[in-house]
Antibody
Framework: EVQLVESGGGLVQPGGSLRLSCVASGFTFSDHYMDWIRQAPGKGLEWVGRTRKKANSYTTEYAASVKGRFTVSRDDSKNSLYLQMNSLRTEDTAVYYC?????????????WGQGTLVTVSS | DIQMTQSPSTLSASVGDRVTITCRASQNINSWLAWYQQKPGKAPKILIHKASSLESGVPSRFSGSGSGTEFTLTISSLQPDDFATYYCQQYNSYSITFGQGTRLEIK
């Protein structure tokens, strides 16, 4: 069974940092691009960032709202995806989902984790 | 960034109804559009990709159409399990964007 499990969420003060993790199982993690998507309480979905696979030099993309503050990375040996979040703001409060990109040529999200809640508040 | 606009924002319907949700892109996205269903407290679930391709395991009452800038999601006969929020998403560009969502509620 394809599964993604996020962890690392919690309460953090504005200006602080947090690192989220997503562990994958049930598929060949290294074959897929992986993304982070977030959802503020009661709001819609917002794409956060992407890491491509080794064949694409692990290049990354970011939403303008997080560029320069967040870093997406991966460790294929551990089937793990990470989101390092620095200089956190109250508007970063959201449930953060990791998601698998189906394929490089048809890049929709075919599998999502259950999400982890990040609350930025003093 | 490409803006995605869904309509309506809220839709009231009854079991057995045929419903259609529209999604418009601010520029041409070819057929690189997906539709997701989300229930409260749960992660989104893929329904349709490449505008009209039904994801494996999704009931055939769901269908998608369109290309370019205008797309639709149709549910042919609403079932109780279908009352949820629906999102469109474009993946034509590296900067992925979602529509604001359509909440489908019971009339």
């Amino acid at each position: 069974e394809v599964q993604l499990v996020e962890s690392g969420g919690g309460l953090v003060q504005p200006g602080g940092s947090l690192r989220l993790s997503c562990v994958a199982s049930g598929f060949t993690f290294s074959d897929h691009y992986m993304d982070w998507i977030r959802q503020a309480p009661g709001k819609g979905l917002e794409w956060v960032g992407r890491t491509r696979k080794k064949a694409n030099s692990y290049t990354t993309e970011y939403a303008a709202s997080v560029k320069g503050r967040f870093t997406v990375s991966r460790d294929d040996s551990k089937n793990s995806l990470y989101l390092q979040m620095n200089s956190l703001r109250t508007e970063d409060t959201a449930v953060y989902y990791c998601a698998r990109v189906s394929s490089t040529w048809n890049a929709y999200f075919d599998c999502w984790g259950q999400g982890t809640l990040v609350t930025v508040s003093s | 960034d490409i803006q995605m606009t869904q309509s309506p924002s809220t839709l009231s319907a009854s079991v057995g109804d045929r419903v259609t949700i529209t999604c418009r892109a601010s520029q041409n996205i070819n057929s690189w559009l997906a539709w997701y269903q989300q229930k409260p407290g749960k992660a989104p679930k893929i329904l349709i990709h490449k505008a009209s391709s039904l994801e494996s395991g999704v009931p055939s009452r769901f269908s998608g159409s369109g290309s370019g800038t205008e797309f639709t999601l149709t549910i042919s006969s609403l079932q109780p399990d279908d009352f949820a929020t629906y999102y469109c998403q474009q993946y034509n560009s590296y900067s992925i964007t979602f529509g604001q969502g359509t909440r489908l509620e019971i009339k």
